[in-house]
C-alpha cells in the first residue's frame, strides 16, 4: 500500500473539506480520509498501487484549486 498527506493552509480549510469530501468514495482502489484542523486541511490518501495514487493525488489537488480560486473570486467581489 501507498500512502500520500496533503496539507493546505488555508483561510477556510473547512470548505475544502466540504468540497474535496464526497470524491472520497468515488476514487478505485483508494480509501481517503478528509479533515481540517488548526486551519490545515489534511487529504490522507491510501492506494493500492502507484496508478490509483496517481490519479488520487491529480483529482484532490485539481479539486482543491478549483475551490481556492473560487473562494478567491467569491473575496473579490465582496
Same mark, same amino acid.
Given at each position: 500500500?501507498?500512502?500520500?498527506?496533503?496539507?493546505?493552509?488555508?483561510?477556510?480549510? $473547512?470548505?475544502? /473539506? +466540504?468540497? *474535496?469530501?464526497?470524491? &472520497?468514495? %468515488?476514487?478505485?482502489?483508494?480509501?481517503?480520509?478528509?479533515? @481540517? $484542523?488548526?486551519? /490545515? +486541511?489534511? *487529504?490522507?490518501?491510501? &492506494?493500492? %498501487?502507484?496508478?490509483?495514487?496517481?490519479?488520487?493525488?491529480? @483529482?484532490?489537488?485539481?479539486?482543491?484549486?478549483?475551490?481556492?480560486?473560487?473562494?478567491?473570486?467569491?473575496?473579490?467581489?465582496?
Amino acid at each position: 500500500m501507498l500512502t500520500a498527506v496533503l496539507r493546505i493552509e488555508s483561510e477556510n480549510p $473547512e470548505s475544502i /473539506v +466540504a468540497s *474535496v469530501g464526497p470524491e &472520497a468514495e %468515488d476514487l478505485p482502489r483508494t480509501s481517503v480520509q478528509i479533515y @481540517s $484542523e488548526d486551519g /490545515v +486541511a489534511t *487529504v490522507r490518501i491510501i &492506494a493500492t %498501487d502507484s496508478s490509483a495514487m496517481r490519479a488520487a493525488v491529480n @483529482s484532490y489537488l485539481e479539486s482543491i484549486t478549483i475551490t481556492e480560486d473560487i473562494e478567491g473570486i467569491i473575496k473579490v467581489k465582496q
